[in-house]
Structure formats: C-alpha cells, structure tokens
C-alpha cells in the first residue's frame, strides 16, 4: 500500500493539516482534493480511486488540470459519499468558487446572550459555536489573517455582534464555509 501525500505535498498530517478526511462533509471534501496541487493528481488519481488508468491517461493530457481536479475531487466524494453527494459537492464548488455565488442552502446560527459580558456573542465566540473555527484562537487568527467576511467585507478585528448591524448578515469563514447570523 502507498503513502498518499498530504495536501500540500508533504507527508499527510493532521498537524499540518493537510489532509482529506474520509468522514469529511462531501463540500469540504471536494474542496479540499481541488487544493491539491497539480504536481499530485497523478497519484491521487491513482492510489485514491479506482478510475481505470486509460482513462487516467487521458485526465491527465487535459489541458487544464482543474478540469481533471474537479473529475478526482468527484469520484472521491463519489467513494465515500455516493453519486449524489459527489454532484452536489460539484455543483457547490462551481458555483462558490467559479461563479462566485452564496450557496442557497446556508444554515442559520443565533447569536447567544452572554450574561457575563451583558452583551451578545463577540465574533470569535459565534465562529466557535457556529463550527466554523475549532476554537477561539483558531477564529482570532481568522480573522486577523483577513479570512472572514460579513456580507462581502472584510471584518477588520473581533468585536461584538449586534442585532441592529448583523442581523440576517452571512458570515463567511475562508472560501467555503457561510453561516446566516440570527438574533432571537
């Protein structure tokens, strides 16, 4: 059995966070197969699927790698999701990134009362409880390398969210990760 490498080209490690995770959403699996770099798709392709190698060869003459990416990322999801799920994840992708549409499907998150503060949620907060960063230091550092977004501008540093401002607002965390920010 071979090694697959990671993401990046590097050895796959969750430290380093470069890999693909079987139980991966089917979204952010296809978009994490898209970030492989050209270089990998050749083993990828190989070792990852079980696409006959004729018609590897033939992915790999394409002109345009991504066109061979989104084939990859598609019979990946395809494996461990299903056909349909492997589309969808497609279609998503597409239109997210190519066509730079939202998603029709964000889910909706209420920001929570914090008695302790007298106040809502801060943004890092909401992005922690949101699942769109895995702690508060991972949503403090989105946010100061300029990865998150509240209705296409940038949210310059953290602060409190207001229902008179953000209310009914998408959040967006990196280039595929939304969420509709509700006030009860």
Same mark, same amino acid.
């Given at each position: 059995?071979?090694?697959?490498? *990671?993401?990046? *080209?590097?050895?796959?490690?969750?430290?380093? *966070?470069?890999?693909?995770? $079987? $139980?991966?959403? @089917?979204?952010?699996?296809?978009?994490?197969?898209?970030?492989?770099?050209?270089?990998?798709?050749?083993?990828?392709?190989? #070792?990852?699927?079980?696409?006959?190698?004729?018609?590897?060869?033939?992915? +790999?003459? +394409?002109?345009?790698?991504?066109?061979?990416?989104?084939?990859?990322?598609?019979?990946?999801?395809?494996?461990? #999701?299903?056909?349909?799920?492997?589309?969808?994840?497609?279609?998503?992708?597409?239109?997210?990134?190519?066509?730079?549409? +939202?998603?029709?499907?964000? @889910?909706?998150?209420?920001?929570?009362?914090?008695?302790?503060?007298?106040?809502?949620?801060?943004? !890092?907060?909401?992005?922690?409880? !949101?699942?769109? !960063?895995?702690?508060?230091?991972?949503?403090?550092?989105?946010?100061?390398? *300029?990865? !998150?977004?509240?209705?296409?501008?940038?949210? @310059?540093?953290?602060?409190?969210?207001? @229902?008179?401002?953000?209310?009914?607002?998408? $959040?967006?965390?990196?280039?595929?990760?939304?969420?509709?920010?509700?006030?009860?």
């Amino acid at each position: 059995t071979n090694i697959v490498s *990671g993401t990046d *080209g590097r050895k796959m490690s969750s430290s380093w *966070g470069n890999t693909i995770n $079987l $139980l991966d959403h @089917p979204n952010d699996m296809f978009g994490r197969v898209m970030s492989i770099s050209d270089s990998l798709l050749e083993e990828y392709l190989i #070792h990852c699927t079980r696409i006959p190698l004729e018609e590897v060869n033939k992915l +790999l003459e +394409l002109e345009n790698p991504r066109d061979a990416k989104i084939e990859l990322a598609r019979e990946i999801v395809r494996i461990y #999701h299903g056909e349909e799920a492997a589309e969808k994840a497609k279609e998503y992708f597409v239109n997210t990134f190519s066509k730079k549409e +939202l998603p029709t499907d964000i @889910p909706e998150k209420i920001v929570e009362w914090c008695d302790a503060l007298d106040s809502y949620q801060n943004i !890092a907060d909401f992005m922690v409880s !949101a699942g769109l !960063a895995t702690s508060k230091s991972d949503a403090r550092r989105k946010v100061e390398q *300029g990865g !998150a977004y509240i209705d296409g501008e940038r949210v @310059p540093e953290i602060r409190i969210l207001s @229902p008179e401002t953000d209310d009914g607002k998408i $959040l967006k965390v990196g280039k595929i990760h939304f969420v509709k920010i509700k006030f009860q």
